[in-house]
């Protein structure tokens, strides 16, 4: 190197380096590459977390060490105390609630039999719903999330519920048994349901939520906001309003076919972040995962409730968004990615012919 840089003009040896440094790419998106050689896809929406400035953090790890010979740092926990004056967020307007997209898989897998159609029904709830999630943030996951919501409609009946006694000012009732989805209510005096917490999470640990939450009750619908959460949880997705759902369509697996496993895929309208799709019915682990396109469509969310299932929830063309239930003996999540990969969107013609649907359109059109 030194021979080089005497038989260069001066300057010319950093010059050359600089410019072939500037020549070298540096993908910034790294994180987004899918290792295929894995059952479990990268995460590529890493969680944000706390980050503090990389001297400032070494500067105060070293003082300590100097101090004690070995340090914990821990980082502070923010006060996420709301305004109770403030209203929650509305659903994101680029959000589209559409009734006229109808799914239609190019590639179905054998094992799946034969896929009809079939109709989402939308709920025909006109009360305001509020929905937030909290989590544990793992290395490359979201673990065990919590739904907290106000105004979702219930089939629980608090006489069935174990009472926890009065929790942060409200009567509260747990349902669900251990490693299985448990469910809190919070009611008023009179009985009627404000809030529910639930999540794959032992009863502490939602009381503990519970007692961070503060209900704001109102003539219209109740509210909420969240506080100081136990250490280790976080808010994920703020208290927003949900779009209100309408009827839509997709396909699944027939009862009346001979097949390996089931598959489901649906076009749905009623909840505005795919995380609550993956983890409403229950989710050990929420993982991020790259299927490809552009956009919207590079990031899907998707759980394993059980060893052999698999719920995908991704958005084929911004604004809409489509849950994937596969149920197979083995099934991986890099399989069901692949399935959603062979979807497209299609006309009403092309769908209904693909799966003799005209009889479930007509008696749709005839219910509105």
């Given at each position: 190197?030194?021979?080089?840089?005497?038989?260069?003009?001066?300057?010319?040896?950093?010059?050359?380096?600089?410019?072939?440094?500037?020549?070298?790419?540096?993908?910034?998106?790294?994180?987004?590459?899918?290792?295929?050689?894995?059952?479990?896809?990268?995460?590529?929406?890493?969680?944000?977390?706390?980050?503090?400035?990389?001297?400032?953090?070494?500067?105060?790890?070293?003082?300590?060490?100097?101090?004690?010979?070995?340090?914990?740092?821990?980082?502070?926990?923010?006060?996420?105390?709301?305004?109770?004056?403030?209203?929650?967020?509305?659903?994101?307007?680029?959000?589209?609630?559409?009734?006229?997209?109808?799914?239609?898989?190019?590639?179905?897998?054998?094992?799946?039999?034969?896929?009809?159609?079939?109709?989402?029904?939308?709920?025909?709830?006109?009360?305001?719903?509020?929905?937030?999630?909290?989590?544990?943030?793992?290395?490359?996951?979201?673990?065990?999330?919590?739904?907290?919501?106000?105004?979702?409609?219930?089939?629980?009946?608090?006489?069935?519920?174990?009472?926890?006694?009065?929790?942060?000012?409200?009567?509260?009732?747990?349902?669900?048994?251990?490693?299985?989805?448990?469910?809190?209510?919070?009611?008023?005096?009179?009985?009627?349901?404000?809030?529910?917490?639930?999540?794959?999470?032992?009863?502490?640990?939602?009381?503990a939520v519970l007692e961070a939450v503060t209900v704001h009750e109102s003539d219209s619908a109740p509210t909420f906001t969240i506080g100081e959460l136990p250490a280790g949880l976080d808010v994920v997705v703020e208290p927003t309003v949900q779009p209100r759902a309408v009827d839509s369509f997709g396909i699944a697996t027939s009862a009346d076919a001979t097949a390996d496993g089931t598959l489901a895929i649906?076009?749905?309208?009623?909840?505005?972040?795919?995380?609550?799709?993956?983890?409403?019915?229950?989710?050990?682990?929420?993982?991020?995962?790259?299927?490809?396109?552009?956009?919207?469509?590079?990031?899907?969310?998707?759980?394993?409730?059980?060893?052999?299932?698999?719920?995908?929830?991704?958005?084929?063309?911004?604004?809409?968004?489509?849950?994937?239930?596969?149920?197979?003996?083995?099934?991986?999540?890099?399989?069901?990615?692949?399935?959603?990969?062979?979807?497209?969107?299609?006309?009403?013609?092309?769908?209904?012919?693909?799966?003799?649907?005209?009889?479930?359109?007509?008696?749709?059109?005839?219910?509105?």
């Open positions: 190197m030194n021979d080089l840089a005497d038989q260069l003009p001066e300057g010319r040896l950093s010059n050359l380096l600089r410019e072939a440094a500037e020549r070298v790419g540096v993908r910034p998106d790294i994180g987004a590459v899918v290792d295929e050689t894995t059952v479990y896809p990268r995460l590529i929406e890493r969680p944000n977390v706390h980050r503090v400035p990389s001297i400032v953090f070494l500067a105060t790890a070293s003082a300590a060490a100097l101090a004690v010979g070995l340090a914990v740092v821990v980082p502070t926990v923010r006060d996420r105390s709301v305004d109770p004056g403030v209203q929650p967020a509305e659903v994101d307007p680029t959000y589209r609630n559409h009734t006229d997209v109808y799914p239609l898989l190019t590639d179905t897998p054998a094992w799946a039999g034969d896929l009809t159609a079939n109709v989402l029904r939308a709920s025909g709830a006109t009360q305001r719903r509020l929905l937030a999630l909290v989590a544990r943030r793992g290395q490359d996951s979201l673990k065990a999330p919590i739904i907290i919501s106000s105004g979702e409609p219930t089939t629980l009946d608090v006489a069935d519920g174990e009472s926890l006694g009065d929790v942060a000012g409200y009567p509260a009732f747990l349902f669900g048994d251990a490693g299985a989805l448990r469910t809190v209510l919070v009611t008023d005096a009179d009985g009627a349901v404000l809030l529910a917490l639930s999540g794959l999470a032992e009863p502490d640990v939602l009381v649906e076009v749905v309208t009623d909840l505005s972040d795919l995380r609550f799709y993956s983890s409403r019915d229950g989710a050990p682990d929420l993982r991020s995962i790259f299927i490809g396109g552009t956009g919207e469509q590079l990031t899907a969310w998707y759980t394993m409730p059980t060893a052999d299932s698999v719920v995908l929830a991704w958005k084929l063309d911004p604004g809409i968004a489509l849950v994937l239930t596969a149920t197979r003996d083995g099934i991986t999540p890099s399989e069901a990615i692949r399935i959603a990969s062979d979807v497209v969107l299609t006309d009403q013609a092309t769908w209904s012919d693909a799966y003799d649907a005209a009889a479930i359109i007509a008696a749709t059109e005839a219910s509105d």
